[in-house]
C-alpha cells in the first residue's frame, strides 16, 4: 500500500502558495500551508509531515534559518527549498547540509512532483530500513 505524502508549503508569497497547494492536491497529495518559518516550525510541532516545500526568501525567518530550526528540532521532513534567486553557492552548502532538492522558481509542476515523489521514495526506504533494524535488534520469540 502507497502512502500519501504529508505535504506543507511554506512561502511568503500567496499567490504561489495557493497555487502550490491546489496543484499538489489535485495530484492526490494531503497538504497543508505556512505563510512564513515561525508558522512552518508551528505545524511541524504538531508532526505528521513528510516533505516540506521551503521557499528561502523571506521576511523574519529566512527559508534557511527556518531549514536549520528543522534539524535542530529533529522533525523527521525530506525539505525541498525553492527560490526565485539562483546561488550555485547557497544551493551546494544546502544539499551538502541535507536539504533533499534545491528548485529554482518557476520550477514546473513536474519538476516539482517529481522532487515530491523521490523525496517520499527517500523517506520510505529510511523508515524500512529502521523497521528492519528493529527487527534484528529485538526478534520475536517464538
Given at each position: 500500500m502507497e502512502t500519501?505524502?504529508?505535504?506543507?508549503?511554506?512561502?511568503?508569497?500567496?499567490r504561489f502558495r495557493k497555487s502550490m497547494v491546489?496543484?499538489?492536491k489535485s495530484k492526490g497529495y494531503v497538504v497543508?500551508?505556512?505563510?512564513?518559518?515561525?508558522?512552518a516550525l508551528n505545524k511541524l510541532a504538531t508532526?505528521?509531515?513528510?516533505?516540506?516545500?521551503l521557499?528561502?526568501?523571506m521576511p523574519e525567518l529566512s527559508g534557511e534559518e527556518t531549514y536549520n530550526e528543522i534539524r535542530l528540532q529533529g522533525f523527521d521532513?525530506?525539505?525541498?527549498?525553492?527560490?526565485?534567486?539562483?546561488?550555485?553557492?547557497?544551493?551546494?552548502?544546502l544539499l551538502q547540509r541535507g536539504v533533499f532538492d534545491y528548485l529554482v522558481k518557476p520550477a514546473s509542476v513536474e519538476e516539482i512532483i517529481t522532487?515530491?515523489?523521490r523525496a517520499m521514495d527517500k523517506k520510505q526506504l529510511r523508515n524500512n530500513e529502521?523497521?528492519?533494524?528493529?527487527?534484528?535488534?529485538?526478534?520475536a520469540v517464538n
Open positions: 500519501i505524502a504529508r505535504i506543507l508549503v511554506v512561502d511568503d508569497e500567496e491546489r496543484i499538489l497543508d500551508e505556512a505563510c512564513d518559518g515561525m508558522d508532526g505528521g509531515f513528510d516533505v516540506v516545500l521557499d528561502l526568501k521532513v525530506e525539505t525541498i527549498c525553492l527560490t526565485g534567486h539562483v546561488s550555485i553557492n547557497e544551493a551546494t552548502q522532487a515530491v515523489q529502521i523497521e528492519i533494524d528493529q527487527l534484528f535488534k529485538n526478534p
